[in-house]
């Protein structure tokens, strides 16, 4: 026992004598007093974005936050995110892996999680003139359209049944399969969820692996944040191992396919076609080319859902802006036909519903951390190399000082000044801004702005029976995206003749 103890002492004063090292050596941003070897991971709350906009009360819109042996720095006002991500966007473009997303990007072979360097701009280059074009999104049309109306004669078949008695539905699993099957036609050009409404052995396969990602990545221990103690608590290398086995399996099962199916003269348009069509113009492994597709599987399939729950808690909260949206829509559409995509740019007020709630709820509220690849100076405070910035854009969306009314769902605030979301504004940042902006933001918001127009167009939403309004739970499950601690449960009520809820497959 006594070596042990005497190798704790040892790590103990080194820890120490570093935090002392650097507080003299940099003007950190202030905040609370971290404890050696823990830092303030004593102090966390486990919804950190809420908790970082506490700290702001005591310490200002910058604070310093050590999580274990690590840096974090949160910027909380526009000024400062655009320090970060236009001033300094460079210097601050790099990606804190974890032991997971190490394993899981095979040491940033994706897009999400390579440091910014030759290789990142690379398959940004390749997400942003081949991908996620205006004329490959035009062309995969169909395919979200249908999706949609799949949603909605679900909705319509359950709130019909003869024993349906006006109950609530929980909105998340009518969400859930519309993004599960968008993503996944978009990404792999195929539905895993057969004509009966069962998903089929590719998709159970696809949905196991999903699941078990989340589930591994989660298992890391305290260890994750002290460098030092990661010798006490090893990796799993057998689930690792298995898991990254299973994923590329399946991923190559695919990509096979699709390479039979193009020498044979089928469809390039959906995104695995296009990765292998470029594979050899742009220099992409194999690896790269899993990697960009499974980032698409776990960015989009979540951050879709996300958005339009909160949008639709929005909504059966505050029912005068839920009749503003379908008086629009009637007026636009009629009650003869359904939405298109064609129609958004006409449906203005449904747009500001959608921005309104991603200022509220972005999906990701501290974006993912940027990581310093050299000293920087943010707000007049030193940034240390190998630091973690975050930047909170859940406290700058409901910041008082940018914002009238911040916490109101208000959707007209945006008629009264357009602001930006697509990462020009500081002051609205959902998908982020500079080098890291997420390049299938377009994407996301047809998606999200499609299934709102579709809910409301086809139904009128009141709040579970007994539930008054403001009694629904509006707060967050922790985790790096915020899914709603309770989902929501609503009545929804057909207003569009019976013939408009069929929908025809594609």
């Known amino acids: ?244 086995a299973r994923r590329d399996r399946l991923t190559r099962t695919i990509m096979e396919e699709h390479t039979l199916a193009r020498q044979s003269g089928g469809a390039k348009q959906h995104f695995v076609d296009a990765l292998l069509t470029l594979q050899q113009k742009y220099e992409l492994s194999d690896d790269t080319i899993i990697g960009l597709l499974w980032d698409m599987i776990t960015a989009g399939m979540d951050t879709t859902v996300i958005t339009t729950e909160w949008a639709m808690a929005e909504l059966v909260r505050n029912p005068r802006v839920q009749e503003k949206a379908q008086e629009e829509l009637d007026r636009v559409i009629g009650t003869d036909r359904i939405m298109t995509e064609a129609d958004i740019t006409n449906l203005p007020y449904l747009q500001y519903v959608a921005k309104e709630a991603l200022r509220l709820h972005p999906p990701t509220p501290l974006m993912l951390p940027h990581k310093a690849s050299a000293n920087v100076q943010i707000g007049g405070y030193h940034i240390p190399k190998g630091s973690n910035v975050h930047v909170n854009v859940w406290a700058i969306g409901r910041d008082p000082v940018i914002w009238k009314e911040p916490l109101e769902f208000r959707p007209e605030r945006f008629i009264e000044e357009d602001i930006d979301m697509k990462g020009h504004d500081f002051r609205l940042l959902p998908f982020g801004a500079g080098r890291r902006v997420c390049p299938g933001t377009q994407l996301a918001i047809i998606l999200v702005t499609s299934m709102l ?54």
């Open 1 to 244: 026992m006594e070596i042990p103890i005497a190798l704790f002492a040892i790590i103990f004063f080194i820890i120490l004598a570093y935090i002392v090292y650097q507080k003299l050596r940099f003007k950190f941003p202030p905040g609370p007093r971290p404890l050696p070897v823990v830092g303030n991971l004593y102090d966390i709350k486990p919804v950190r974005f809420r908790y970082f906009a506490e700290l702001a009360k005591t310490y200002g819109p910058i604070v310093s936050v050590w999580i274990g042996s690590t840096l974090n720095v949160v910027v909380m006002n526009w000024e400062l995110a655009k320090e970060v991500l236009k001033d300094n966007d460079q210097q601050l473009a790099d990606r804190h892996r974890n032991r997971s997303s190490e394993r899981f990007s095979k040491g940033g072979q994706d897009l999400i999680w390579a440091d910014y360097g030759p290789h990142y701009v690379k398959v940004r280059k390749v997400c942003t003139l081949e991908l996620f074009t205006p004329k490959r999104l035009d062309a995969l049309k169909p395919i979200r359209e249908d999706e949609v109306t799949a949603m909605v004669e679900s909705i319509f078949r359950d709130c019909t049944k003869p024993d349906y008695n006006g109950n609530s539905i929980k909105v998340k699993d009518y969400l859930s399969p519309v993004a599960f099957n968008n993503i996944t036609r978009l990404s792999f050009g195929k539905r895993f969820v057969n004509s009966e409404g069962l998903m089929t052995a590719q998709g159970a396969e696809l949905k196991q692996i999903v699941d078990n990602g989340v589930k591994i990545g989660a298992s890391l221990s305290v260890a994750e944040h002290i460098r030092w103690l990661r010798w006490m608590f090893p990796l799993d290398e057998e689930s690792y191992n298995s898991h990254a």
């Open 453 to 506: 127009g579709h809910l409301l167009h086809h139904f009128r939403w009141a709040p579970a029976p007994g539930l008054k309004p403001e009694e629904m739970d509006m707060t967050e499950n922790p985790g790096l995206v915020t899914y709603m601690r309770t989902s929501v449960q609503a009545v929804p009520t057909p207003r569009l003749p019976p013939h408009l809820y069929k929908r025809v497959a594609v």
